[in-house]
């Protein structure tokens, strides 16, 4: 049994389905989107341990081949030299602008992937699998691509729209405990940034989720896909209320170009810290109440996630240095460094009048 949500975009409108045992089931559902019955899959190695050969038999069980490429895993993957081993395994494979090239694994595979398949013989199409919580509930839906650059995070990409996402619920239960709460501070931004009783309810059945729930996952996914997805209908290609979807991000991009995209930071822990770094701002600017920085600590550190710089090991920069990272964030616009912060819970806004100093305030406390 599985749900749909409806990405609308016209004529490239698609399906994010969600459900349990869609891996085993892709051929059915790939199938008719298919010239002729094979698919390159681009993956990394630990999702390829995981899930390839089951994604093998459920393609096999509709007629459909398949070659696969696994790349190493991790976020330093995301980079020029693995994304152009990527391109080349394509071509060298013959993949044709009518085939389907398929992202399996989490955001650094499907971002990598997506932009692949955007700039392959000028765009081809693209089917996301995504196995982390991470990428079911944000970076596999909405057509966002990339790669990083050592200036910065997703510096480069494109627009690039799958045809079809399918979020199996089943493949987050081979994911380790923190990378589901890398993914989980992704959930919770969606009911930080325009939906307070998707917030309560987290608050109420996070832990179960965390420790397994399918039904309540199955649930957690739909809420935050469908608020992306109304978002991204709404705005596309970022030129509005979509940067909503980055509340949290701007900090978050910093401190992972600060770590150097390594595991001392996931992406997701960098979103949760952000976050809790944009209520903070806010409340110091005196635009939401003092109590809702402490009411999301108190969520994340309940939920056993990083809330603050200090909980990231190692040495970081100094403020003014994170701050001139920030500089090189993609919502930079007319050279005036623009931040989502928040009037509550469920009320983000895009602002650049955002003071410096008290941002420079808010990542020294969080420097404990």
């Known amino acids: 049994m599985s749900v749909d949500v409806r990405v609308e975009l016209g004529a490239r409108s698609y399906d994010v389905r969600i459900g349990e045992g869609l891996i085993g089931a892709a051929g059915a559902h790939i199938a008719p989107l298919l010239h002729r019955a094979r698919v390159a899959v681009l993956t990394d190695e630990n999702v390829a341990a995981a899930h390839l050969a089951g994604l093998r038999d459920g393609l096999a069980t509709a007629g459909i081949g398949m070659v696969a490429l696994a790349l190493p895993a991790g976020e330093a993957t995301k980079g020029w030299s693995q994304f152009s081993r990527a ?80 979020a199996d619920i089943a493949a987050l239960d081979t994911l380790p405990a923190r ?45 935050s896909v469908q608020m992306k997805a109304d978002i991204v209908a709404r705005d596309e290609t970022e030129q509005g209320d979509r940067a909503l979807l980055n509340l949290g991000h701007t900090f978050c991009h910093a401190l992972e170009t600060a770590t ?55 040495p970081l920069p100094g403020s003014d240095d994170l701050i001139a990272l920030m500089g090189q964030d993609k919502k930079v616009m007319d050279g005036k460094l623009r931040f989502i912060l928040a009037h509550r819970i469920g009320a983000a806004f895009v602002t650049d009048a955002a003071d410096p100093g008290v941002v420079r305030a808010a990542l020294e406390a969080a420097r404990g």
């Open 87 to 166: 391109v080349e395994w394509l071509l060298e494979n013959k993949v044709e602008r009518r085939d389907v090239v398929v992202a399996l694994g989490g955001g650094v595979i499907g971002d990598l992937a997506g932009f692949a398949a955007a700039v392959l013989r000028r765009g081809v199409r693209l089917v996301q699998i995504p196995t982390s919580l991470l990428a079911q509930v944000d970076s596999s839906v909405g057509g966002k691509t990339g790669i990083n650059a050592p200036q910065g995070k997703n510096l480069i990409g494109a627009f690039h729209q799958p045809a079809l996402v399918l």
């Open 179 to 223: 990378e589901f709460l890398s993914g989980y501070g992704e959930v919770v931004k969606y009911g930080l940034l325009g939906d307070e009783p998707f917030f309560s309810w987290l608050e109420q059945n996070g832990p179960a989720l965390a420790a397994g729930d399918r039904a309540l996952r199955t649930e957690a996914v739909r809420r």
């Open 260 to 314: 150097g995209y390594s595991d001392r930071l996931l992406h997701g822990e960098g979103v949760a810290i952000g976050c809790a770094l944009a209520f903070d701002v806010s409340a110091r600017l005196g635009l939401c109440p003092q109590e809702d920085p402490g009411r999301l600590r108190v969520h994340l550190k309940g939920m056993g996630m990083k809330t603050d710089l200090a909980d990231i090991s190692g």
